[in-house]
């Protein structure tokens, strides 16, 4: 079975302008939650996504939005880049809600790793 | 506020020793999750610990919680050049949306 996939894999944008990331979870997965990874840091939570509604959001600027459709792939919105938004930006999908009495497995994709310059 | 701290930061061994990697906390997790991430790669889950004191072994990887969960640690047996990379423990806590908070990791380096 395929796993968290992402698109692009590498991104190179300049500051200002906008960007996109896209995220297909494992089938059968409703859950997708999106993180992000500066070098030499663990990741941070941005965003969790359940059955289409915004479950969490993390304390990041709301020049990041995201969404989820009928199928349960995401997209990640950013804009107006800043040279601080590169990073590593990681996908994760699980087959339940992630509640914090009780976290189903989380399954990363291997990333979008977006360069601003 | 880093509410994980991972130490240490990076280790360098040679195959076959021993090594314990430490997670920490002033705050109380519902569980905590160890994974291991490869560089171009995202993070696989290696083990979930949900109950104080709990111990999990993985074959040469053995973790445990802490009995006041606020704390976790992994340690490797004879570890291997296959060992290699890098070790985050994220940690989730009742009443959140359900984000993991993520330790800052630990690079391990195993030399054959």
């Known amino acids: 079975d395929a796993g968290v996939t992402q698109s692009p894999t590498h991104l190179i944008k300049t500051r200002g302008q906008h960007v996109t990331l896209r995220c297909s979870p494992i089938s059968g997965h409703k859950s997708v939650s999106w993180y992000q990874q500066v070098l030499g840091q663990g990741p941070q939570f941005i965003f969790q996504y359940y059955e289409k509604e915004e479950r969490g959001r993390g304390n990041f600027p709301d020049r990041f939005s995201a969404r989820q459709f009928p199928n349960y792939s995401s997209e990640l919105n950013v804009n107006a880049l800043l040279l601080g938004d590169s990073a590593l930006y990681l996908c994760?999908?699980?087959?339940?809600?992630?509640?914090?009495?009780?976290?189903?497995?989380?399954?990363f994709g291997n990333g979008t790793r977006l360069t601003v310059t | 506020t880093q509410l994980l701290e991972q130490s240490p930061q990076f280790l360098s061994i040679q195959e076959g020793e021993n090594l314990t990697v430490y997670c920490n906390s002033s705050s109380v997790f519902s569980s905590l999750q160890w994974y291991r991430q490869e560089p171009g790669e995202g993070p696989v889950l290696l083990v979930t610990v949900v109950t104080g004191g709990e111990v999990k072994k993985l074959k040469r990887l053995t973790f445990q919680f802490g009995d006041a969960r606020k704390d976790s640690s992994l340690h490797i047996t004879a570890a291997q050049p296959g060992d290699t990379g890098l070790y985050l423990c994220?940690?989730?806590?009742?009443?959140?949306?359900?984000?993991?908070?993520f330790g800052k990791g630990t690079k391990l380096s195993v030399k054959p």
């Open positions: 994220a940690g989730a806590q009742w009443g959140s949306q359900g984000n993991l908070i």
């Open positions: 994760a999908s699980s087959s339940t809600a992630q509640r914090g009495s009780y976290n189903s497995p989380l399954h």
